[in-house]
């Protein structure tokens, strides 16, 4: 069971948006920073924002992040089939002192 | 560029320890945080705990017990041994650097290196 909520899949049609959720609480995304990965089978994760919405050189615009108050959400926009992958969200929780992450949500480009 | 780099064995026995290494290189060690993060088979990621350069670590509360993390700048590496492992234990196991620069309101770290992963297998 994973600290953070994400749902388990989604699928949009090329070209299209999608979001991804990530719920927490107050001791985590409710006063910490949110970060996202992309992972494809077979790979290690990478990483695609951070600090909330801040994206690593080399991540297209295509890729947002944005939070309000314990919950996060990855947007993708102009959505292509390379973008199929697992999508998991990460931040520090407090009352934990450790790192957490979502469940993963796998994207399906239709 | 940053590049780090499992490993150890592949296949450890039940009730015996893990032993991993992650070699960093591209970067030095100093002011991060060094991470291990493991990911059984069709399932999530799993933070295991993390340690600095100073020594000083944190692990995941149910792994405590049994989880050791070292470094060593000199070789630029840093090592895990999880000890009394089963078959629960079976999974990928990534190093990371983790980036904790500092932020207002709130904490704000980030794993922006990652290895390529090592399959660690419990089995007699």
């Known amino acids: 069971q994973s600290v953070l909520t994400q749902p388990p899949s989604v699928s949009a049609a090329p070209g299209q948006k999608v979001t991804i959720s990530c719920s927490g609480s107050?001791?985590?995304?409710?006063?910490?920073?949110v970060s996202w990965y992309q992972q494809f089978p077979g790979t290690a994760p990478k990483l695609l924002i951070y600090?909330?919405?801040k994206r690593p050189s080399g991540i297209p615009d295509r890729f947002s992040g944005s939070k309000s108050g314990t919950s996060a959400t990855l947007g993708i926009t102009g959505l292509q089939t390379g973008d199929e992958a697992d999508y998991y969200c990460?931040?520090?929780?407090?009352?934990?002192?450790?790192?957490?992450f979502g469940g993963g949500t796998k994207l399906t480009v239709l | 560029q940053v590049q780090l780099q499992e490993s150890g064995p592949g296949l450890v026995k039940p009730s015996e320890t893990l032993s991993l290494t992650c070699t960093v290189s591209?970067?030095?060690?100093?002011?991060?945080?060094w991470s291990w993060i493991r990911q059984p088979a069709g399932k999530g990621l799993q933070w295991i705990g993390r340690?600095?350069?100073?020594?000083?670590?944190n692990y995941k509360s149910s792994l405590k017990s049994r989880v050791t993390m070292s470094v060593d700048t000199s070789k630029n590496q840093f090592s895990l041994n999880l000890s009394s492992v089963t078959a629960a234990d079976t999974a990928v196991y990534y190093c990371?650097?983790?980036?904790?620069?500092?932020?207002?309101?709130?904490?704000?770290?980030?794993?922006?290196?990652w290895g390529q992963g090592i399959l660690v297998t419990v089995s007699s």
């Open positions: 990371a650097r983790e980036s904790v620069p500092y932020c207002t309101n709130g904490v704000c770290p980030y794993f922006d290196y």
């Open positions: 591209g970067d030095s060690m100093i002011t991060y945080y």
């Open positions: 340690i600095y350069t100073s020594g000083s670590t």
């Open positions: 107050s001791s985590n995304i409710g006063n910490n920073y």
């Open positions: 600090e909330n919405n």
């Open positions: 990460g931040t520090w929780d407090s009352s934990l002192s450790a790192g957490v």
